[in-house]
């Protein structure tokens, strides 16, 4: 079967639907297997990520847009500008299923427009139009606006008021309640001046053998209804997760100076009641993991998430519900990445502390200045805002600050401490699309008790026994979900979908054979493809290590003090377990057990 993609050249105005060859599908099946094909085979050697040829791609897996609940997810993907490797960012909620049921598997952009535009996709119709009356609008209103002026029926994906500014990590938000995370993709698509795609969903994509989709969906569900990890999620969201979080020592504060969070008065419960939480999810899934509140005076807001709690409360300190809640609704907003935006905030702060900035200082827990400063970047400035450089560039003007920098390969870290975990340390360092563990999407060590069919490891986070092994089963995993659209966070958060009823969702759509082996390559083959285009094109250090404080800073307090990430030990195993060389190459004889071109 051909993938559908269709081509948008906004330098010449032009559109032009393709079919990609066949052995693309059965190799790398769709979402982002796909994605990665294309920027390997498409893009134009020497493209800058903030030029007009570098190339956006959306894509949506093999089941996205069926009736198959949980596979509504997209993949946005491109060079990123953060790290020069590729950036991927995941999105929950119905534009992905919109772009297929509109008979697209793939949207690829390249070009820059002359003014700022909004796309509109309805089959066979594709129109570019001006968005000047959208400028300005976050990105909850462009949603609401584009879908009152086009009609219910649309979807809507869109960069808000901090994508229109320049911001490094500005972000794509989807049907005005999903971020696209982690950060690359919306700053290229703001410097496309592209600050909106609305596509009209239709009917769904048939399925090869529907009722033995279906026969898996309920098997699913039915595990789903009994598991008391994925009822903890659909009580707190990500925040489920917060007390192993805190237990394993994983939340640090000041920007990781200090073992001990003083975020005592922030828990899941406190959260819950502070805001109650309105939990929902994607058409028909059994996992409502995504969070927004009410507020007292009317209207709805996002809820501060797992790496909103990591990022802002821990690491920047803040430590007032409020001002937590409220700094996450900001973010969603004005289309910020939570991760980057904290990560940047707190290394500012730190360099203040240090006397390398004298500029616009924010204390720490200096919640009116945090809040500030957040606001301010969805603000067009005169001069550009230092804050909005991001990690990677930052460190570049405070000379000495790169030991304290939190990035890896140019990607700011999420706020949760990898000397708290051996399998989170060498997930940070090893990712390449930078360091954001969420590409492997690995909460196992968090977890007191995993399901079955997740591999075993040592049960204390410091103990290295078998957690590189978990680990590439997770990037294998996890890289194979994207490439079938079915949602990561149904299957690796809550850990509701197992590589059986993978294997089973694909045959049954698909219409032939598709077994354990074939998702062990799949997986495999996007993971080193990736690997293999961030060594080449990487504008910052490819190297598979942590920042100066991370990797050989032990904590003087807290739970995960005197202990430092075992990279030297892990590193030989991990590259060995792929089939790559002792310095982290994919060696020609594992390119061609995997059909990949050098």
């Not at 606001?375 to 067009?380: A, F, P, T, V």
């Not at 805002?385 to 390969?409: C, N, R, T, Y």
Request: aromatic content about 6%; charged content about 20%.
């Amino acid at each position: 079967m051909a993938l559908r993609v269709l081509q948008i050249h906004l330098d010449t105005n032009t559109v032009q639907p393709e079919e990609l060859p066949s052995a693309v599908e059965q190799e790398y099946a769709g979402g982002r297997g796909a994605a990665a094909w294309l920027l390997t085979h498409r893009l134009p050697p020497g493209t800058g990520p903030l030029s007009p040829a570098n190339l956006l791609v959306f894509s949506t897996g093999t089941l996205t847009g069926t009736a198959i609940p949980a596979t509504s997810t997209f993949v946005a993907s491109t060079r990123s500008p953060l790290t020069g490797a590729i950036a991927h960012s995941w999105a929950q909620g119905a534009w992905g299923a919109a772009l297929r049921r509109a008979g697209y598997d793939a949207l690829t952009i390249q070009g820059r427009s002359e003014n700022w535009c909004f796309i509109t996709i309805d089959g066979p119709k594709v129109a570019v139009r001006p968005a000047g009356d959208l400028l300005g609008l976050d990105t909850v209103a462009t949603d609401r606006v584009l879908r009152h002026a086009l009609g219910a029926d649309y979807r809507v994906i869109c960069v808000g008021p901090a994508g229109e500014a320049g911001v490094a990590y500005s972000s794509i938000v989807a049907d005005g309640r999903f971020m696209a995370e982690p950060a690359g993709t919306g700053v290229v698509m703001a410097f496309k001046r592209i600050k909106a795609i609305a596509i009209r969903d239709s009917v769904p994509v048939r399925v090869a053998d529907l009722p033995r989709a279906q026969a898996v969906s309920a098997q699913i569900a039915q595990r789903a209804g009994s598991s008391p990890l994925a009822a903890g999620i659909t009580q707190y969201g990500s925040n489920y997760y917060l007390p192993f979080a805190k237990e394993n020592g994983a939340l640090t504060s000041y920007n990781g100076q200090q073992g001990r969070a003083h975020i005592h008065g922030i828990t899941r419960t406190t959260l819950a009641q502070h805001a109650p939480r309105e939990g929902f999810g994607c058409e028909g899934c059994p996992l409502s993991c995504h969070s927004r509140y009410t507020r007292p005076n009317g209207g709805t807001a996002a809820y501060p998430e797992l790496e909103a709690v990591a990022g802002f409360a821990a690491q920047c300190g803040i430590t007032s519900l409020e001002a937590l809640a409220t700094v996450a609704d900001r973010c969603l907003r004005l289309g910020l990445d939570t991760a980057s935006t904290s990560a940047a905030l707190a290394f500012l702060m730190e360099c203040q502390e240090q006397g390398l900035s004298r500029t616009g200082a924010i204390g720490w827990g200096d919640e009116d200045a945090i809040l500030e400063a957040v606001e301010r970047l969805g603000q067009k400035q005169e001069k550009r805002d230092m804050l909005s450089l991001g990690v990677g560039e930052m460190q570049e003007i405070f000379w000495g600050s790169s030991a304290w920098a939190p990035h890896v390969k140019g990607l700011a870290m999420p706020g949760l401490d990898p000397r708290a975990g051996q399998e989170l340390a060498l997930a940070l360092a090893t990712s390449p699309i930078g360091g954001d563990y969420r590409y492997s999407m690995d909460y196992a060590e968090l977890l007191p008790d995993r399901p079955a069919w997740v591999p075993d490891g040592a049960p204390s986070p410091q103990n290295t026994d078998g957690k590189v092994a978990r680990l590439i089963w997770h990037e294998r995993f996890a890289a194979a979900l994207d490439a079938a659209g079915v949602c990561r966070r149904l299957a690796l958060m809550a850990y509701q979908v197992t590589p059986a009823d993978l294997t089973e969702l694909l045959s049954a759509s698909l219409g032939r054979p598709f077994g354990s082996a074939d998702l062990a390559r799949l997986g495999e083959r996007i993971v080193t493809v990736e690997r293999l285009f961030m060594q080449k094109h990487s504008t910052v250090s490819s190297a598979d290590t942590l920042p100066v404080r991370w990797r050989t800073e032990p904590l003087g307090d807290g739970l995960a003090a005197n202990h430092l990430p075992a990279l030297d030990s892990m590193l030989p195993e991990y590259y060995k377990r792929h089939g790559w060389d002792a310095k982290g190459t994919p060696t020609d004889k594992r390119l061609a057990e995997l059909n990949i071109e050098a």
